[in-house]
């Protein structure tokens, strides 16, 4: 095997120990690896961080490695949002719910946590109307630091973006309340408990993120870049467009990555998300020589910036019928 196969097939290897691609399965036979330490007896050590075993001795078919290198060109070029606007629009549009920690108040040392309703004002900064008798409103009125844990409206499992936002909860000014109430009414129109008497506003000012975009892909910003990005606007109704893609036309996504991304040849193809730069979809396939499954997350960017869905729908026709890159 030449030294450059060896060398794609470590960088394979990478992806996968970092978690970007689940392999099902040791038996394959084009995929074969060996892990050692220079101590063999030695326990294993837990080490912070996404470590990559530099020490992996690999074999892999050759067609195979080819497929490998194209997929990690195509992806290392791909256009994606930035990671700041990526997290704006996470928590912009997200289904209105969150996960609040608190330092409990009953239980001194322990952490609480409260499913609560939230709406992002202008700078997306968290609104919030609390009732009195909340855990969360005691917590928080005795200590005001708090995080609030946020998960992608398409959140399935650890392959799905979420964001932990951690800051101060402070109460609003009555000045405040009636422009708080519109933004929340917008995102909560049935919470007709907004107007009771015993529930107060509050705004949590934030001071740390941190982002976990996907396997391998984590990550923070820092509160005035997160200030200054700006939603995605095709983010708001790129659900909608995946849903009926995925139920509708799946073998126009898996053309589309067979257009894109030469010899990768795919069973399954479910897109995830779809922004203004392109999609994320969830791929099934089976390598050549094996009889074991892979799945993983790619990203399938648009030929151009789209800015609205009429421009989507025209951007997925173009590259559903775009010449193959098997051909060129």
């Not at 294993?44 to 195979?64: L, Y």
């Not at 844990?149 to 405040?176: H, I, P, Q, W, Y």
Request: aromatic share 8%; net charge negative.
């Amino acid at each position: 095997m030449s030294i450059i196969v060896r060398y794609l097939l470590v960088l394979a290897i990478a992806q996968v120990s970092n978690g970007f691609m689940q392999i099902g399965g040791g038996q394959a036979h084009v995929l074969k690896t060996r892990i050692f330490s220079e101590k063999e007896t030695e326990p294993e050590k837990i080490v912070k961080g996404h470590d990559v075993r530099s020490d992996v001795v690999v074999e892999m078919d050759e067609e195979e490695a080819k497929v490998m290198a194209a997929f990690q060109e195509h992806q290392k070029d791909a256009p994606k949002l930035g990671w700041a606007t990526d997290i704006r629009t996470l928590v912009q549009y997200n289904h209105g719910f969150a996960v609040m920690s608190t330092n409990s108040k009953t239980d001194p040392g322990y952490p609480g946590g409260s499913v609560v309703g939230f709406a992002p004002d202008d700078d997306g900064r968290p609104l919030f109307v609390f009732s009195s008798m909340s855990t969360h409103t005691q917590d928080v009125i005795v200590d005001p630091k708090c995080s609030l844990t946020v998960a992608s409206k398409e959140f399935k499992g650890a392959a799905d973006g979420r964001v932990n936002l951690m800051g101060n909860v402070e109460r609003l000014a009555d000045d405040e309340i009636e422009d708080a109430k519109e933004l929340y009414l917008k995102k909560h129109p049935n919470a007709f408990w907004v107007n009771f008497g015993d529930f107060s506003w509050f705004r949590m000012n934030i001071e740390k993120i941190r982002f976990v975009g996907g396997f391998a892909r984590a990550g923070s910003v820092t509160p005035e870049e997160y200030k200054q990005a700006k939603p995605d606007p095709i983010s708001e109704f790129g659900i909608h467009i995946a849903q009926h893609m995925n139920e509708d036309h799946e073998s126009a996504t898996i053309a589309m990555i067979a257009n894109q991304i030469s010899g990768l040849d795919v069973s399954k193809a479910e897109i995830t998300s779809v922004d203004s730069l392109g999609m994320y979809v969830k791929v099934t396939r089976t390598p050549r020589a094996s009889d074991q499954p892979q799945q993983f997350k790619l990203r399938l960017p648009f030929p151009r910036q789209a800015n609205d869905r009429k421009d989507v729908k025209t951007l997925i026709v173009e590259m559903t019928q775009a010449p193959s890159s098997k051909q060129e």
